[in-house]
């Protein structure tokens, strides 16, 4: 069974800095893809970043971009230039490309980030 | 991106009744929607994944005469909590995926209360 580990469950950031959010996962898959995700108070869920374990080079998306280690299964999100929209719960997520767990996202505990002004 | 809508957006309702959540997804067809349950700055607990016309495959420790879920289009998913008890109160939230299952779209969730 695959396993996601996130361990800072509160972290904060000022305004405009840049902050990086831990996640470790465990498998022994090798076709798989990762996630974060983001949910702000009002509890909608949104994908910030997907990484396929295929893919050698991190994803990006503006601001948000990955370090993924995939030796040391290692999944960290880093956030540059924080704003005050970006205070959330965010959750790491793993995906098993294949049999009869097709589909199925296990979650990391998550990390609580507050960005302050 | 897709969208996936839940209804109602939250409820409440007295011990001993049963309450039914539908998953709806708008804009594209849900080959499989799952259902997730998640308690207060906790994670988000899988209950069931459900494939339209088959039977539900629920996750261990879930009741599956508790929780009935019914994925009876491609586009609508329900869940129906039965003798709710205080101790079901919490937001549930569903998702759906359609041919590429490594894309899941969320629904806005609903929140149960049970007095």
């Known amino acids: 069974a695959q396993t996601v580990t996130q361990s800072q469950p509160e972290m904060s950031v000022q305004e405009a800095e840049t902050v990086t959010l831990s996640c470790t996962y465990d498998?022994?898959?090798?076709?798989?893809?990762l996630f974060w995700y983001k949910q702000p108070p009002s509890r909608q869920m949104i994908l910030v970043i997907r990484q396929e374990a295929y893919k050698q080079q991190n994803a990006t998306e503006n601001r948000f971009s990955v370090n993924f280690q995939k030796a040391a299964k290692s999944f960290s999100l880093k956030i540059s230039d924080s704003q005050l929209g970006d205070t959330a719960m965010y959750f790491c997520a793993f995906l098993f490309g294949g049999g009869t767990s097709y589909g199925k996202l296990t979650f990391g505990q998550g990390t609580i980030l507050t960005v302050h002004p | 991106g897709a969208v996936v809508s839940q209804h109602p957006s939250w409820v409440i309702c007295k011990s001993g009744t049963s309450v039914k959540i539908e998953c709806r997804s708008l804009d594209f067809q849900a080959t499989t929607m799952f259902w997730y349950r998640q308690f207060p700055k906790q994670s988000l607990m899988l209950m069931a994944t459900s494939n339209e016309g088959s039977k539900a495959t629920y996750e261990q420790g879930v009741e599956k005469d508790k929780f009935l879920i019914n994925h009876a289009s491609l586009t609508l998913s329900t869940l129906t909590v039965t003798s709710a008890h205080p101790e079901d109160s919490s937001f549930y939230i569903c998702?759906?995926?359609?041919?590429?299952?490594?894309?899941?779209?969320f629904g806005p969730g609903t929140r149960l209360t049970v007095t």
């Open positions: 498998t022994s898959e090798s076709n798989y893809y």
């Open positions: 998702s759906a995926s359609g041919d590429r299952g490594y894309e899941q779209y």
